[in-house]
Nanobody, 126 residues
Framework: QVQLVESGGGLVQPGGSLRLSCAASGSIFSINAMGWYRQAPGKQRESVANITSSGSTNYVDSVKGRFTISIDNAKNTVYLQMNSLKPEDTAVYYC????????????????????WGQGTQVTVSS
């Protein structure tokens, strides 16, 4: 199996910074992409940022210029550096990953699976 373990959430004042981490572990052949979603109370879950293993990134407009996503392929870990945080950034942040796993060995067959982390709370408040 595969597990995604997030860390780095917490309480921060407006204008402050936080760095989220998400480490993937388990039976991993390769990782195609990782990303961060968030869900605020009463709102739908939205994509915040994502990154491919080759480093291509995408951001939702509301975080462009403030958040930076990065990936350490050797550690199977994705990071989200969040600067200039605003109260509207308050949400539970979830890690998501598209991971290739070996499903059969002879012949070798790999297949992509999608996984979610358990979520980490980010609260921006004075």
């Amino acid at each position: 199996q595969v597990q995604l373990v997030e860390s780095g959430g917490g309480l921060v004042q407006p204008g402050g910074s936080l760095r989220l981490s998400c480490a993937a572990s388990g039976s991993i052949f390769s990782i195609n992409a990782m990303g961060w979603y968030r869900q605020a109370p009463g709102k739908q879950r939205e994509s915040v940022a994502n990154i491919t293993s080759s480093g291509s990134t995408n951001y939702v407009d509301s975080v462009k210029g403030r958040f930076t996503i990065s990936i350490d392929n050797a550690k199977n870990t994705v990071y989200l550096q969040m600067n200039s945080l605003k109260p509207e950034d308050t949400a539970v942040y979830y890690c998501n990953a598209d991971i290739m796993r070996v499903v059969t060995t002879l012949p070798r067959l790999v297949q992509e699976f999608n996984y979610w982390g358990q979520g980490t709370q980010v609260t921006v408040s004075s």
